[in-house]
T-cell receptor, first 113, second 110 residues
Framework: DSGVTQTPKHLITATGQRVTLRCSPR?????VYWYQQSLDQGLQFLIQ???????AKGNILERFSAQQFPDLHSELNLSSLELGDSALYFC????????????FGAGTRLSVL | SQQGEEDPQALSIQEGENATMNCSYK?????LQWYRQNSGRGLVHLIL?????REKHSGRLRVTLDTSKKSSSLLITASRAADTASYFC??????????FGTGTRLTIIP
């Protein structure tokens, strides 16, 4: 168990809908990262938050947004969903300083039908 | 976009044999890490090697880094069925963002 909790584990929704994925980092970790993993694109970095502030941005679509709350949990919001958004979404956390070893949650499998 | 490319994409070996997978990357790095992913699960950190290190060991794992060739290798000795997984290299350039490679799918045949 990595100590990173992601909910829900599975999500099935329709095109055009909006969903929210939730992540609770390991105790003491200040950084949260979101990744998308699909068969054709591999593991893609989406966004990082550190202690409530956006720190780095990757290949995140404008339809997607994220935030980190004062209790350090994070949410990834995906809107106007398309079939191509079907993927595994991972959250990871790290201390946020020094060696950047990241601890991954079990992921949320999103299926857009 | 992927920073690293793993080679081979897939590898099948008999239990007890050694497995070697390689990672090539494109830009200068600060650290390189290897992660393991069991099917459909989250990634698990295995080992980190700094850019000024050439080799590192952890249990049955041996990692080498050649910054002049922008490449790294991961050797798993005396493989076990439980080693069946995908293995990814990940690089950082001093910031917190990790860029992952494409992965090698390792299958250990009992």
């Amino acid at each position: 168990d990595s100590g990173v909790t992601q909910t829900p584990k599975h999500l099935i929704t329709a095109t055009g809908q909006r969903v929210t994925l939730r992540c609770s980092p390991r105790s003491g970790d200040l950084s949260v990262y979101w990744y998308q993993q699909s068969l054709d694109q591999g593991l893609q970095f989406l966004i990082q938050y550190y202690n409530g502030e956006e720190r780095a941005k990757g290949n995140i679509l404008e339809r997607f947004s994220a935030q980190q709350f004062p209790d350090l949990h994070s949410e990834l919001n995906l809107s106007s969903l398309e079939l191509g958004d079907s993927a595994l979404y991972f959250c990871a956390s790290s201390v946020g300083q020094g060696q950047n070893i990241q601890y991954f949650g079990a992921g949320t499998r999103l299926s857009v039908l | 976009s992927q920073q690293g490319e793993e080679d081979p994409q897939a590898l099948s070996i008999q239990e007890g044999e050694n497995a070697t997978m390689n990672c090539s990357y494109k830009t200068s790095i600060n650290n390189l890490q290897w992660y393991r992913q069991n099917s459909g699960r989250g990634l698990v950190h295995l080992i980190l090697i700094r850019s000024n290190e050439r080799e590192k060991h952890s249990g049955r794992l041996r990692v080498t880094l050649d910054t002049s060739k922008k490449s790294s290798s991961l050797l798993i000795t005396a493989s076990r069925a439980a080693d069946t997984a995908s293995y990814f290299c990940a690089t950082d350039r001093g910031g917190q963002k990790l860029t992952f490679g494409t992965g090698t799918r390792l299958t250990i045949i009992p």
